[in-house]
């Protein structure tokens, strides 16, 4: 529920007035309150030049709370809405009933008024107070929330970066080329997270494929000491084919399953494309496997 806030003043209140908004909200839960105030923020420039002019007050009868603004820090002003919303929820409990007229010096001749009072300047302080203090913790967490995003993003980046030279140096480990080295996009989009494991899959089924052609080779040739070398990495690169079958977590294939291998979920999405003439996107390994094979090869 928020106030209906008129502004009969030359100040801008763009940035004010959810502030004011959310203070209301704040004291409405604090004090109990059924229904919010109007209040009018009033220009009174005679009021202003006053030392001890007025800074604000509350119209029991129209539930209406005005606020003098003229040369007033808008925290001051907002100071005095919540002192002014006690008043109101006083009103509420019916405290406002039968006291007569309220003049100069009510505050000190009668004991029921000075008593309201005193809840109005405590309360209404009080309520100020925890209001901006967990404001700008919310504020800070915002902000905090926001950085950590901007330093996770750029840890991407570089992380990325290291992929692709990293991808350089296991494929010239591999003696498989350079010219599948994709240099991407690094801004971490689940679309781009799935393109990459489909080329992950693809590139370690391809990368298999060629060591055992290659063992088969040495193995015809009776070079038994170069077989047992392909043989080795052919191990080494199936600890990274272990990584690419692990559960479908990004649900590659769109059918609801994350539990299927990831590479059975890219075999499944690509079946079902339809073929078209664009160009397919280069070849490349990606994140997870470089990652793995990283660890494996202990290239740094």
Known sequence: ?????????????????????????????????????????????????????????????????????????????????????????????G?????????????????????????????????????????KRQLMESIHRQNSFKRRNNTMKIHNWKNNELNRLLMEKFNFGTNTILEGDCSGNREDEEEEQ???????????????????????????KKAEELRKQLQQMGGAMEEAAKPDFLDLDGDGDKKEPMKKASADKKAGKKDDDKEKQEESFRNQVRAKLEEILNIK
Not at 16 to 34: E, F, N, T, Y
Not at 108 to 118: F, G, V
């Open 95 to 135: 405290e406002f009933d039968n006291i007569g007229a309220v003049g100069e010096g009510y505050a000190q001749s009668d004991d029921h008024l000075r008593n309201m009072e005193k809840e109005a300047y405590l309360k209404g302080n009080m309520c100020f107070r925890d209001w901006e203090d967990g404001y």
């Open 198 to 224: 489909e080329a992950v899959n693809e590139d370690m089924g391809k990368a298999e494929e060629e060591l055992k052609a290659k063992i088969k080779q040495a193995e015809d040739e009776g070079d038994e």
């Open 1 to 93: 529920m928020k106030c209906k806030v008129t502004n009969n003043s030359d100040m801008n209140i763009d940035e004010l007035s959810p502030l004011i908004d959310d203070l209301a909200s704040h004291i409405q839960g604090v004090m109990d309150i059924s229904s919010m105030p109007a209040i009018t923020l009033q220009e009174d420039s005679d009021n202003a030049s006053a030392i001890l002019g007025k800074t604000a007050q509350y119209d029991p009868q129209n539930k209406v709370i005005t606020v003098f603004v003229t040369n007033r820090h808008p925290k001051d002003i907002m100071r005095s809405i919540s002192h002014e919303f006690i008043h109101h929820a006083q009103n509420e409990r």
